[in-house]
């Protein structure tokens, strides 16, 4: 959009004549014009005299599957290449699902950001007005704290003016809207500090809380609203008072509990409710995990009276629809009317929820096929044919039941889809992917690695990898290989490591040097770390021999200094970190003094070398988790930066002296910080930041003005990134 501005604009001040030259700093000038357009354009936020402008929101697709962790991350042109333990490739979108009615796309992240709520949804509902009301478990939306239901306008906004306050939060399972009144059913003893049982009405624009009173003694789990009634369903025995019996009804002019009551006793929970027409009149149609007065399902005129209609399911029914003469219902049956087989169009597994719009039907469940066809936990009927539609979303996640109460547009285009924090419309990556650092969209780069992938490093136009894997798409290749660039093709350099993994890797202008768990390479044995060269990929004799795993390597110039938890290494005792010459692999004099516990992590900055790991001690000096050493000489500084209340994960240096640190402690010295604090290494001050991550970082990658962050992450400030995500890194001018 950016750019469109400027290529209608630019000829503007092109092709008029052109001013005398001016101070491109002067907010009179057309330069400073044309300046700021430019930036407008890139998102260019840099130090100038200029206006800044943030850049645009990318969405990058996180992964799934496998544990859901990026370990290592490189740049080669614009991609961005992910190694880690993952199956699949998906937009964050948090536990709702916004969709095509027709393809099963997701609508874009550009187009209507993702909710991202950060835990399940259960309903939603149309406003009417081209908007949803979303209710769940959640605590936030897009990073904003909003508990339990949140309404969005029709422009994707998030309307602030509705600002309900539940309280203690609510299990809410049902919601549904009449008038100016939404009404929301499930489990909850209180309501914005006032005593409320399982049933509640809330001002649907502002979201107050209305003097609509009917108490349950039990959970409420479906609401319906016909002909200006509500029906309420669940497991209570009491409305107000009075004896209900799992079913109720309330009259919405009135707001008062009717008469309505069953003629027949239910014994079990009631889940699911609809009105349909039986034998010409119009009935309530009736499911759950009953046996009384029928199994599982029946029908009520609207007086109450029991229907001949029966069924007869010998499983839980959780959904029912209606369309036309025809009754859609959903559950985990698998035969009906006494013992005939029908296993809800031939569907895999349970559908706990159905639902109809202009004669679609939409089931959701715990199912993979339907029809013969693979649908994953999402599929979508004809009503008019009963055939099974093109409309095939991908979910990654199942839908439990209660949730998937959808809600449609106004042109019925599009579906909101309540359900768990998963994604939708993925792509199957084993192990390493990449995604393009414009669009946040995976390639279509995708070799199959049949395990985890520890590092990625780049060098000679190679991509190399370690790891645990043996196979890269069905060709052996044991714990170490490459890919050639820019092709992205397999490599013919295939060492042998039978055992263990390769977790580490880095290079100078000669070799490559590697580290990790094993015993040997090629036949040759070689403990924990090894180096082959860069010209012709051969084994070289660099034997530094640790004792136990490398966890960490950096290039010292004549020496590769190495970390992990080996108490030997270069032929002398070394206890958690020792550098070895490139030459014969024997331990020089660096550092000087030894840790107490195991060192993970490297970085350098002005010839100083930073230390992170799990030791307390350095030379019995106090050193909690982070230390540093001259690299020209060894010796280990006092005690800098004293990391308190948990351990280091990760450090990233910048050239200009920015460290960004991450740990699972609560403040480094005197500042308060939750897991990450920004260093500047030029005064030593200290900046917290402001956003939270939950997950541990275990490698970082710059971008630019970005810094990419992975691990084993599943949000960021309170919104779902799964593997990694990206920050902006402040300005050391800043702090």
């Known amino acids: 959009m950016r750019v469109l501005f400027i290529i209608i604009i630019l000829p503007l001040l092109f092709f008029c004549k052109p001013p005398e030259l001016t101070n491109g700093c002067d907010p009179k000038s057309k330069s400073y014009l044309l300046g700021t357009l430019i930036r407008f354009a890139i998102s260019d936020s840099s130090p100038s005299c200029l206006p800044s402008f943030p850049p645009f929101d990318i969405d990058y697709w996180g992964v799934f599957g496998g544990s859901a962790t990026v370990n290592s991350m490189e740049i080669y042109g614009n991609e961005l290449i992910l190694g880690g333990s993952f199956t699949t490739l998906g937009p964050n979108v948090g536990s709702t699902y916004y969709l095509d009615t027709i393809t099963g796309k997701i609508v874009s992240h550009s187009d209507c950001p993702f909710l991202k709520l950060n835990a399940a949804a259960r309903s939603v509902v149309s406003d009417g007005n081209g908007g949803y009301y979303v209710a769940g478990n959640f605590s936030h939306v897009r990073g904003i704290p909003i508990q339990n239901i949140v309404h969005i306008l029709a422009n994707c906004n998030i309307d602030f003016t509705f600002s309900p306050n539940p309280g203690s939060p609510p299990n809410i399972y049902s919601m549904v809207m009449f008038g100016d009144k939404l009404y929301i059913g499930g489990v909850f003893n209180s309501w914005d500090g006032n005593a409320k049982n399982n049933l509640v009405a809330i001002n649907r624009f502002t979201g107050a809380l209305e003097s609509f009173t009917m108490d349950t003694n039990s959970a409420v789990e479906k609401l319906l609203v016909y ?111 006494g013992g005939t087989a029908r296993t809800n169009f031939a569907v895999n597994g349970n559908v706990h929820q159905v639902i109809e719009s202009n004669g679609q039907i939409y089931l959701f469940g715990s199912f993979t096929s339907i029809l013969g066809s693979t649908r994953n936990y999402g599929a979508s009927l004809d009503s008019n044919t009963n055939t099974l539609r093109e409309w095939n979303p991908n979910f990654l996640s199942p839908f439990p039941y209660p949730s998937a109460a959808s809600g449609f547009s106004l042109d019925g285009s599009r579906i909101m889809i309540p359900g768990v924090i998963g994604t939708v419309n993925y792509v199957n990556r084993s192990n390493i992917a990449s995604v393009n650092l414009t669009t946040g969209i995976p390639s279509n780069w995708s070799p199959s690695i049949d395990n985890e992938v520890s590092v990625l490093h780049i060098k000679r136009d190679h991509l190399f990898l370690g790891g645990s894997f043996t196979t890269i798409s069905g060709q052996s290749r044991t714990r170490l290989a490459a890919f050639r660039l820019p092709s992205f093709e397999l490599s013919s350099f295939n060492p042998v490591i039978p055992t263990g993994s390769v977790t580490n890797l880095i290079s100078d202008d000669n070799n490559f040097y590697f580290g990790g768990t094993f015993g040997t390479v090629s036949g040759q044995t070689r403990n924990n770390a090894a180096a082959y060269t860069l010209d012709n990929f051969n084994l070289t004799n660099w034997t530094p021999n640790p004792n136990n795993q490398v966890s960490t390597m950096f290039d010292l110039g004549e020496s590769i200094l190495l970390g992990g938890l080996f ?137 630019g003005n970005y810094l990419f962050i992975g691990g084993n992450i599943t949000e960021k400030g309170n919104q779902p990134y799964n593997g990694y995500h990206r920050i902006n890194l402040p300005n050391l001018e800043s702090f």
């Open 567 to 703: 108490t030997t290494a270069g032929g002398s005792a070394s206890n958690f970190i020792r550098a070895v010459n490139k030459s014969d692999g024997l331990a020089i004099n660096i550092p000087t003094n030894f840790p107490d516990s195991d060192v993970s992590g490297f970085a350098s900055y002005n010839d100083i070398i930073y230390v992170g790991g799990n030791f307390s001690t350095v030379g019995g000096s106090s050193n909690q988790y982070l230390a540093s050493f001259r690299k020209a000489t060894g010796v280990f500084d006092s005690n800098k930066f004293q990391l308190n209340g948990g351990v280091f994960y990760n450090m990233f240096i910048s050239n200009e002296g920015l460290m960004v640190l991450h740990g699972a402690f609560t403040s480094v010295n005197s500042t308060n910080a939750s897991g990450t604090v920004f260093i500047n290494l030029n005064t030593n001050q200290i900046k917290a930041w402001d956003i939270s991550q939950t997950g541990v970082t275990t490698n970082q990658k710059r971008f």
């Open 227 to 337: 002909d200006q009634k509500l029906y309420i369903a669940g497991q209570f025995g009491t409305v107000n008072g009075f004896p209900r019996d799992r079913i109720a009804r309330i009259d919405l002019v009135s707001s008062t509990l009717d008469s309505f009551v069953p003629s027949s006793a239910l014994n079990s929970t009631v889940r699911a409710l609809a009105i349909g027409t039986i034998s010409g009149s119009p009935a309530i149609i009736v499911g759950g995990a009953f046996t009384t007065p029928r199994n599982n399902a029946f029908a009520l005129d609207l007086s109450g009276t029991l229907l001949a209609w029966n069924p007869n399911f010998n499983g839980i029914v959780d959904a029912i629809a209606v369309s036309g003469d025809k009754v859609y219902v959903g559950g985990s049956f698998t035969a009906v009317n």
